[in-house]
């Protein structure tokens, strides 16, 4: 192949090329690598390990992410989405010359024909062609989860994938290893608002972009939350991370995130198209539970343009209320969102979710001090731990006064739904058990309790909570594990049947408490 000389002059000593390499060619040459670990299981690496190399670790995890990106990119330029920028920045590469040709055009000194043959080092991109590798063999051996002309196409079009490569020539570990350093440490990262800001400025209407189109919406969400003119965030949101502000862009987006998921409050998913959703009342309902937080704790709130006297405004206090929009939601009538959609329609606060909201606060507010006071023991914590341990404190006060335990129907039996939901999680995947691990396995579940229920008359709509017990394999060889228990909630629907209870599995949405893994 032709490869262009950027620098150096190649004779006998090093250089730098620029070339478009083919993957067919690529995939039989790379070698991946990683940095020794003493204390480490050399049988567990998934790369070649050696104390003087520079590589991190392949991470499994980011692996499949690029694995789905590659396969949904290529079908989408098939179908005319949008044009694949698989990889638009350059690999780079390490050869020696003694080990793989490079000859000089002895027409053209800029140039050089390039052969590749081993031991070509990837100093930068070994996740990328790693998961190039990966989805290329599986379409090799058959991929039976794919329909056979997606199959087809996608591996004819990574046959004919050209890398964009920068070449380092003649360079030695050491000289790699900076080269590496300079890459991955020495840039500034974007900033997270501004990702949301970019990511988040349109939807597409098709049906495999829902992923996209939740991030839209969460986006347009936290814009109203800084523009609307009764919102208490009016002008304080840190849009694109900057600036003066209680909170980031970013945070508020990830917060509201989880209401998007399937059974959330706001639920977009697979099946949906936001032309088949309606989503007028969503910053009706945002803004309203917010104006009434603010009137509820105003002693607590910043007034006009001072600094917040206390975290209640700030990203700690902000993560848990958000995480109480479902408990609200939970707590309240059919009547609730038919309320929330006619108010949105004249463009104004929806006074009978307000109410709502006020009578499942009143007995957060008695303990406002505590809560959200300077002296308060969530007054200099910060992070998801000190934002779940917030959220379940309100959560408490909020069941102590709105008990639920002596009104559950007796067909509402803790071990037939125990039994069942355990079932359920031995065959479904749980989305915030998979970034924790290679696999997993749910093992028991323990002390479940009903939290909240609503409905009669054979349907119920119920809120448990209880604890999950899951063995963590850490890689593909990791066949023993370790055990580790979380806290969890399930929000699922029930129905009587022949005098005993039916867990519905396709209403049903569960939210695992991870903390202690990260802690």
């Not at 006998?12 to 478009?20: C, E, H, I």
């Not at 991109?125 to 599986?138: I, L």
């Not at 380092?168 to 900033?191: A, S, T």
């Amino acid at each position: 192949m032709k490869a262009f000389v950027q620098h150096g002059s190649l004779e006998g000593d090093k250089g730098v090329l620029q070339a478009l390499v083919p993957f067919v060619l690529l995939k039989d040459s790379v070698l991946f690598t990683c940095k020794g670990n003493p204390n480490d299981d050399d049988a567990k690496v998934n790369t070649e390990s050696n104390y003087k190399y520079y590589q991190r670790r392949i991470d499994l995890s980011r692996i499949k992410k690029i694995e789905d990106f590659i396969i949904d990119s290529i079908l989408d330029e098939r179908d005319n989405i949008i044009l694949a920028t698989l990889f638009p920045s350059s690999m780079i590469l390490a050869i020696n010359d003694d080990e793989n040709e490079v000859k000089h055009d002895p027409e053209d000194a800029s140039m050089c024909s390039l052969k590749l043959s081993r031991n070509v080092f990837i100093v930068d991109g070994q996740h990328r062609m790693m998961a190039m590798m990966r989805v290329y063999n599986r379409l090799l051996e058959g991929a039976p989860d794919m329909d056979n002309e997606d199959r087809k196409y996608v591996l004819q079009y990574i046959e004919n994938y050209k890398f964009n490569c920068t070449i380092l020539v003649n360079y030695d570990l050491w000289e790699q290893g900076q080269v590496f350093i300079n890459v991955n440490f020495k840039q500034k990262p974007v900033n997270k608002s501004l990702y949301y800001e970019i990511f988040g400025s349109e939807y597409r209407e098709s049906k495999s972009d829902w992923k996209r189109n939740q991030t839209y919406l969460a986006h347009c969400l936290a814009r109203s939350l800084n523009e609307n003119h009764d919102s208490p965030y009016l002008g304080k949101v840190k849009m694109l991370g900057t600036g003066k502000g209680y909170i980031s862009q970013a945070f508020i987006v990830e917060s509201l995130l989880q209401h998007f998921r399937k059974n959330g409050i706001w639920e977009y998913n697979t099946n949906s198209s936001i032309r088949d959703v309606d989503i007028s009342y969503f910053s009706t309902e945002l803004i309203s539970y917010f104006f009434t937080i603010r009137t509820l704790f105003d002693t607590y709130w910043p007034k006009d343009d001072m600094a917040p006297a206390t975290r209640i405004c700030k990203s700690t206090a902000f993560g848990a209320f958000v995480r109480l929009m479902g408990d609200v939601r939970e707590m309240g009538s059919s009547r609730l969102v038919n309320a929330l959609k006619e108010s949105s329609l004249e463009d104004k606060l929806c006074d009978y979710y307000m109410n709502h909201v006020k009578n499942i606060f009143a007995p957060i507010v008695k303990h406002s001090e505590k809560l959200f006071g300077n002296d308060s023991e969530f007054s200099n914590g910060s992070g998801k731990g000190t934002e779940s341990k917030l959220y379940k404190m309100m959560v408490y006060l909020i069941h102590q006064t709105h008990n639920v335990d002596n009104r559950i129907p007796a067909v509402l039996n803790l071990d037939d739904i125990s039994m069942q939901l355990q079932e359920y999680l031995w065959t479904h995947p749980i989305d915030d058990l998979d970034p924790l691990a290679y696999s997993y396995d749910v093992e028991e579940l323990q002390d479940l309790k009903i939290k909240s229920y609503s409905g009669d008359k054979g349907f119920y709509r119920v809120e448990t909570s209880f604890y999950i017990s899951v063995t963590l394999h850490m890689d593909n060889e990791d066949y023993q594990g370790f055990v580790m228990t979380f806290p969890a909630t399930c929000k699922c629907s029930l129905v009587e049947q022949n005098g005993k209870i039916v867990l519905k599995e396709d209403n049903l949405s569960i939210v695992v408490d991870t903390d202690k893994f990260y802690n």
